[in-house]
């Protein structure tokens, strides 16, 4: 997939954890130090349902803008979701977990994207 389909991607998946009230939206391109992914998307939501209603619209608007369906991991405990779209990977977290699993610290040499400009 090219880079600017993905940068699209992300775009769609950020403004449908913002409208889901997600906070601590950070988006990192490990486009260069990693195969896995061009970027990682990482969200809080204050609680398992809010959690659940972020991934929810996530998916919703993805669908709506003709990406394909995500595999999911961790829906139904909610602490910790990932949605894998493979050139863009969302972590979506409640607060315990995020501050657990630091995947900004294990990601530190990705480059952080203004989520404003993308």
């Given amino acids: 997939m090219i880079k600017d389909t993905s940068k699209q991607m992300a775009k769609v998946a950020v403004e449908a954890l913002k409208e889901k009230k997600g906070y601590d939206v950070k988006v990192i391109d490990i486009s260069e130090i990693s195969i896995l992914a061009d970027y990682f998307i990482i969200a809080n939501g204050s609680n ?39 050139d863009v990977v969302l972590h979506i977290f409640d607060e315990e977990s995020r501050s657990f699993y630091n995947l900004e610290r294990l990601w530190r040499d990705g480059k952080e994207v203004d989520i404003d400009t993308l």
């Fill in 48 to 86: 398992a349902n809010q959690v659940q209603a972020m991934v929810d619209n996530v998916e919703e608007q993805m669908y709506k803008a003709g990406f394909d369906d995500p595999k999911v991991e961790g829906y139904n405990n909610a602490s910790w979701i990932l949605l894998d779209y493979n």
